[in-house]
């Protein structure tokens, strides 16, 4: 069983320019959700794909945006990157809905450390 | 989801037991207790959830309060390799529960 990878593992940007980070769920996995985390914080949900429509979403502006394949790997792509958008991505798939999520758990990978100059 | 209030740091020393603290004092009654625990330049990772009763796994036990306003996480002898972030996260098990709502944690560091 393969657990959840995310590439790059990490990368620079300037303001202003768009990137795209990727991540591969977990063998049987439907679920994928994106959090971002910040320096000394704790993660913070950004959305959740399920099935590849998107199934719930935090307080990010539309810029964050996403997108889930058939085979349930998923994106997270931001636009016009500003300087508060440096932080560690993280990603997690789960086998799951909406729903049925208080006893759900989510397996995370390691992350990409993004950084915008 | 209901919030939780967590130390910001604890100390244990290498294979003692360590007791984390969480407190949730306006858990609902559909609230599954969860902990996961992020170890330096990793991402989170599962520990253990409960609703009501004690719960016990391979990494750690899980003891839940009478009226469920805490919680505490036990790590039966701590090791190096448990020196993380721990975060104590109420889910309600109501429609729509999808994400998990983190809190700064509790820095456990463990001093061999």
């Known amino acids: 069983e393969t657990g959840v990878t995310q590439s790059p593992t990490h990368l620079i940007k300037t303001r202003g320019q768009q990137v795209t980070l990727r991540c591969s769920s977990q063998s049987g996995h439907n679920t994928v959700s994106w959090y971002q985390q910040a320096l000394g914080q704790g993660p913070q949900f950004i959305f959740q794909?399920?099935?590849?429509?998107?199934?719930g979403r935090g307080n990010f502006p539309p810029r964050f945006s996403g997108l889930q394949f058939p085979n349930y790997s998923s994106e997270l792509n931001v636009n016009a990157l500003e300087l508060d958008d440096s932080a560690l991505y993280l990603c997690a798939s789960s086998l799951g809905a909406a729903g049925a999520g208080a006893k759900n758990i989510q397996y995370f990978g390691a992350g990409t450390r993004l950084s915008v100059l | 989801d209901a919030k939780t209030t967590q130390p910001n740091s604890m100390e244990s020393n290498e294979e003692e037991p360590v007791h984390l603290p969480c407190n949730h004092s306006?858990?609902?009654?559909?609230?599954?207790i969860h902990w996961y625990r992020q170890l330096p330049s990793q991402g989170p990772e599962y520990v253990i959830h409960g609703l009501t009763s004690n719960v016990n796994n391979r990494m750690a036990s899980l003891a839940i309060a009478e009226d469920r306003k805490s919680s505490t996480l036990i790590l039966h002898r701590a090791t190096l390799r448990d020196a993380a972030v721990y975060y104590c996260?109420?889910?309600?098990?109501?429609?729509?529960?999808?994400?998990?709502?983190f809190g700064k944690g509790t820095k456990l560091s463990v001093i061999p």
């Open positions: 996260i109420l889910r309600d098990s109501g429609a729509g529960s999808y994400q998990l709502t």
């Open positions: 306006t858990i609902s009654g559909t609230d599954y």
């Open positions: 794909y399920y099935r590849e429509e998107e199934n």
